[in-house]
């Protein structure tokens, strides 16, 4: 099956402080999503982003899908942007794999 | 609009006992998956519904395990007789056509 590789797993950052999160596919896909999971464990669709660049706020996501990548950018982080963020890909029948996530910790 | 509701929210059982998992998902969607995360394996799907009707439910990982989906508001999952390693949180989501997943808050189910 298809492969979905995140990157950092592990991140901490200083309030205020901007980063990249990546996802790396192995294979062709038709769609792509990014999540949020909260530390209360609560899963949050941020971006449903199968090409092209989206902006929300102080996220943004952009996914080259035909280089088989997806990035997350944070700017300005809060403490509350703390979690896991995964990315999910589709290549058919609407069935979604998740990679291992990104767990970020915001520091004040 | 209310999201994607789950029952109970945590759910402790001895082993052996039977325990069923319930899952409104949001009106007019057509799609219905339950994914199960451990710290081990992660978000595996297990199984999905389109139109209450099973697609794959390749990722079910024994017959211990059974969905169904009786009509388009409501979904259940039962695990019969329930392990420790069963213990995990269970997630249900929905979509509507090929849009974005809504999860639910989970289930942590917690077999001794």
């Known amino acids: 099956g298809i492969q979905v590789e995140q990157s950092p797993p592990d991140l901490i950052l200083q309030e205020g402080a901007n980063s990249t999160l990546r996802c790396n596919f192995s294979?062709?896909?038709?769609?792509l999503q990014w999540f949020h999971q909260n530390p209360w464990g609560q899963l949050i669709n941020l971006f449903y982003?199968?090409?092209g660049t989206k902006q929300n706020g102080r996220l943004s996501a952009t996914t080259v899908a035909t280089e088989r990548y997806s990035l997350l950018y944070i700017s300005s982080s809060q403490t509350t942007d703390s979690g896991v963020y995964f990315c999910?890909?589709?290549?058919?029948?609407?069935?979604?794999?998740f990679g291992t996530g990104t767990s970020l910790t915001v520091i004040p | 609009d209310a999201g994607v509701i789950q029952s109970p929210r945590h759910e402790v059982t001895e082993m052996g006992q039977e325990v069923t998992l319930r899952c409104k998902p949001i009106?007019?969607?057509?799609?219905l998956f339950w994914y199960r995360q451990t710290m081990m394996r992660g978000l595996e799907l297990l199984i999905y519904?389109?139109?209450?009707?099973?697609?794959?439910d390749s990722g079910m990982p024994e017959d211990r395990f059974s969905a169904k989906m009786p009509n388009a508001s409501f979904s259940t999952l039962k695990i019969q007789p329930s392990e420790p390693r069963d213990s995990a949180v269970y997630f249900c989501?929905?979509?509507?056509?090929?849009?974005?997943?809504?999860f639910g808050s989970g289930t942590r189910l917690t077999v001794v």
């Open positions: 999910a890909v589709e290549q058919a029948g609407n069935q979604f794999y």
């Open positions: 009106s007019g969607h057509d799609y």
């Open positions: 294979d062709s896909v038709n769609n």
């Open positions: 519904f389109n139109n209450n009707v099973p697609i794959d």
């Open positions: 989501a929905s979509a509507r056509g090929s849009y974005g997943y809504t």
């Open positions: 982003i199968p090409s």
